[in-house]
């Protein structure tokens, strides 16, 4: 099997760890446990790695990264359906749109020999801060023992995904896209060692044993 097949194939599964988190959002008939930039963030990455993918012209980062654009909007979708905060939802994918649609547009009119590095730079950038922003609460998780960042089934595929990830941008000799693996596979495996730490079965287990 080629390394762009195992891509696809687990981004399929991704979308899979998306629709367990949607799962229990349904069950719960609500969506506010869940971080929305969860959601949001996947969606705003998804754009600017298509992006990247026809800038660096990588077929299959932009395929992987069209269909995250598809499923992804409709996991928001649904987040947003079930959220008691709308107009909070609304208001920050509209603050992603416009900030995507401003770097989208210097894309365009940036001159082809500077883009193909400001570009993904400012890509590796913005999908670092994306996955590591939890990592700036580490005081407040070991503070109060809970864990609040990205869920576990999405940290989990997101540390396989850097992995193949990496085996892609080793197999073509693209550094960017293995410096932007490198790192966000060190990020996710930080907040997946937290999340083991602080489950959070534990900490419902304690509200309840509280409660008692």
């Known amino acids: ?22 799962k229990d959002i349904v069950k719960k008939k609500t969506s506010d446990h869940v971080n929305l930039s969860t959601f949001v963030g996947a969606l705003f990455r998804s754009s ?20 995250g654009l598809l499923i992804n909007t409709l996991y928001l979708a649904l987040y947003w359906y079930y959220s008691n905060k709308k107009m909070n939802v609304i208001t920050t994918l509209f603050k992603t749109t416009l900030l995507s649609s401003v770097l989208l547009t210097y894309s365009f009119i940036e001159s082809t020999d500077l883009v193909v590095t400001r570009f993904p730079i400012m890509v590796s950038i913005i999908h670092l801060s994306l996955i590591g922003w939890p990592l700036l609460s580490v005081r407040e998780t070991i503070k109060t023992k809970k864990w609040s960042g990205h869920p576990k089934p999405i940290l989990i595929n997101s540390i396989v995904l850097c992995i193949l990830w990496l085996l892609y941008s080793i197999n ?5 896209i293995f410096t932007q693996c490198s790192v966000a596979f060190i990020f996710s495996s930080a ?21 008692e």
Request: proline share 1%; net charge positive; aromatic share 10%.
């Open 191 to 211: 907040q997946l060692g937290l999340w083991a730490i602080y489950p959070e079965e534990k900490n419902q287990r304690d509200k309840m044993e509280k409660h």
């Open 172 to 176: 073509i000799g693209n550094i960017i």
């Open 1 to 22: 099997m080629s390394n762009s097949t195992l891509l696809l194939k687990f981004d399929q599964e991704r979308m899979g760890d998306g629709r367990l988190v949607c």
């Open 48 to 67: 600017l790695f298509f992006r990247q993918g026809f800038i660096l012209n990588l077929q299959t980062v932009m395929f992987v990264h069209g269909m």
